[in-house]
C-alpha cells in the first residue's frame, strides 16, 4: 500500500506542479484577498474541482474521451478561447493596492475558481490522460488508495499556495511583484492557448 500511496503522491506534485491558470488565481487569491482567510473559497472551490476531476477520471471518463477522437478536439478548440480569454482577465488585473481596498467577494471567487478549473481543457485532459489511465493498474481498495493519495496532494497544495501567496505579499507591499507575476503569467497562457490551437490545427 506504501508503494500506491507513494506514486499518488508523486503523480499528483508532477501534474498540479506546472505553473496554470488555476495555481496563478490560487496565488493571487492568497496575495491580493486582505487576510487568508478571505482567499479561503478561492481555495476549497479549487480543491472541491481538482476532487472531482480525480474521482471521474478514476471511474472510466477517460475511457470516454480517449475513445472519441473529436471529443478530444471539441475540448481543444473550447481550451483555446478560453485559455486566449482568462489571459486577457490576468493581464488587466487591478493593482494590489487597489485590489486589497476592495471588499472580499466570495461568490466571484468560487465562480472564477470553479471556472478555471472545471473549464480548463488542458488540466482536464491531463487528469484524464495520466490519473485515469494509471488508475487502471489498481481495483478494489489500492484504486480509492491511489486516487485518496493524489486528492490530498491537491488539497495541501492549493491551501499551501494561498498561504505562500500571502506571505510574498508581506515582502512586496507595492504589488510589483504581483503586477510582473500577472504580465508573465498572461504571456504563459496565452502561450498554451496558441499550443492547444496547434494541436487542434493538426
Known amino acids: ?5 507513494l506514486q499518488g503522491i508523486l503523480l499528483g ?10 495555481n ?4 493571487n487569491q492568497g ?21 472531482i476531476l480525480i474521482s471521474t477520471a478514476v471511474l472510466g471518463l477517460s475511457l470516454v474521451v480517449l475513445t472519441f477522437s473529436w471529443l478530444k478536439a471539441v475540448l481543444y478548440g473550447f481550451g483555446f478561447f478560453f485559455l486566449i480569454y482568462m489571459g486577457w482577465v ?6 494590489i493596492e487597489s485590489t486589497m481596498q476592495r471588499r472580499s467577494e466570495p461568490k ?18 491531463d487528469t484524464i490522460g495520466v490519473i485515469g489511465i494509471n488508475s487502471l493498474n489498481y481495483s478494489g481498495a489500492e484504486k480509492w488508495v491511489f486516487t485518496v493519495s493524489i486528492i490530498l496532494v491537491s488539497w495541501i497544495w492549493f491551501f499551501g499556495l494561498a498561504f505562500a501567496g500571502r506571505q510574498a505579499v508581506k515582502f512586496d507591499s507595492r504589488g510589483k511583484f504581483i503586477s ?11 502561450g498554451l492557448a496558441i499550443y492547444m490551437g496547434l494541436s487542434l490545427w493538426r
Not at 108 to 125: C, D, E, G, R, T
Request: proline share 7%; net charge positive; charged share 10%.
Open 24 to 27: 496563478l488565481f490560487v496565488f
Open 31 to 51: 496575495a491580493t484577498q486582505p487576510s487568508y482567510l478571505r482567499a479561503l473559497p478561492a481555495v476549497i472551490t479549487a480543491s472541491v474541482c481538482d476532487t
Open 108 to 125: 466571484k471567487q468560487i465562480l472564477f475558481a470553479a471556472s478555471v478549473s472545471l473549464m480548463n481543457p488542458h488540466a482536464i485532459l
Open 180 to 190: 510582473l507575476l500577472n504580465k508573465a503569467s498572461a504571456i504563459i497562457i496565452w
Open 13 to 22: 506534485f508532477g501534474l498540479i506542479l506546472p505553473l496554470g491558470v488555476q
Open 90 to 95: 490576468i493581464w488587466r488585473s487591478e493593482p
Open 1 to 5: 500500500m506504501l508503494e500506491i500511496v
